[in-house]
């Protein structure tokens, strides 16, 4: 039974974080994207009002103004039906309620770890139970990069370094597994890292530096 309970205790540890760190992840890709549909529409009207400018530049023609204009208003109007159809908003609230039902069972398994009376083999059902249930009722589930983030964050608890003896004939050997060790979460957690930045930012810092290079490839 303490085997069965450490693995829904992992379970739940596991996946009510990492729907929290999708529902951040998704929260955060709404408003990016929000905020870049703004961008752009502010791009279109000052563009447009060059116009009215006399001594205005050369690259701000009005053929490149009409240029950016339409390639702009494309723009909006795709970003805009992307938004839309994932629906970020909504994901970000699924997975925050399922992250919050999940927090409640796992106090729960909690409380069963820390008593001093042995869990009995019903309790740890009922608890099974309850974890499959809301699993059951939410049709999502976190990316990949979501686990990968959730163990970067927690590298300690799932890359530990083996202990070291000093009258321990191998000692040499477990210093270098222990180096090994300690490169490879160094590199796991920048290699994490470095996904979600390009995942998160990467094409909205496009978009937003787009003007520039559309004004840079109608010009050359």
């Avoid at 950016?68 to 839309?84: P, Q």
């Avoid at 820390?114 to 019903?122: A, G, V």
Wanted: a neutral charge.
């Amino acid at each position: 039974m303490e085997k069965e309970l450490n693995r829904l205790y992992k379970n739940l540890w596991i996946t009510k974080g990492c729907r929290f760190i999708a529902s951040k992840r998704y929260t955060k890709h709404n408003h990016l994207a929000n905020i870049t549909i703004t961008i752009a529409s502010v791009y279109i009207l000052a563009m447009n009002l060059l116009i009215l400018i006399e001594d205005r530049l050369e690259i701000f023609s009005s053929d490149n103004i009409n240029y950016f204009t339409i390639c702009a208003s494309i723009l909006v109007l795709a970003l805009s039906l992307i938004v839309n159809s994932r629906n970020y908003q909504s994901l970000a609230d699924k997975f925050h309620d399922c992250g919050r039902e999940l927090s409640e069972v796992y106090d729960s398994i909690c409380l069963l770890k820390t008593s001093t009376q042995k869990p009995s083999e019903e309790e740890i059902k009922i608890i099974h139970s309850r974890y499959h249930n809301i699993i059951r009722n939410y049709d999502i589930n976190q990316d990949q990069l979501d686990f990968n983030l959730f163990k970067a964050r927690n590298i300690n608890d799932f890359y530990s370094y083996l202990s070291i003896s000093d009258n321990d004939e191998h000692k040499w050997m477990k210093i270098l597994s222990n180096i090994k060790t300690f490169v490879f979460r160094q590199w796991f957690t920048i290699k994490t890292y470095a996904e979600y930045t390009i995942h998160q930012y990467f094409i909205y810092s496009v978009i937003w530096a787009l003007p520039f290079f559309l004004l840079l490839v109608q010009s050359t």
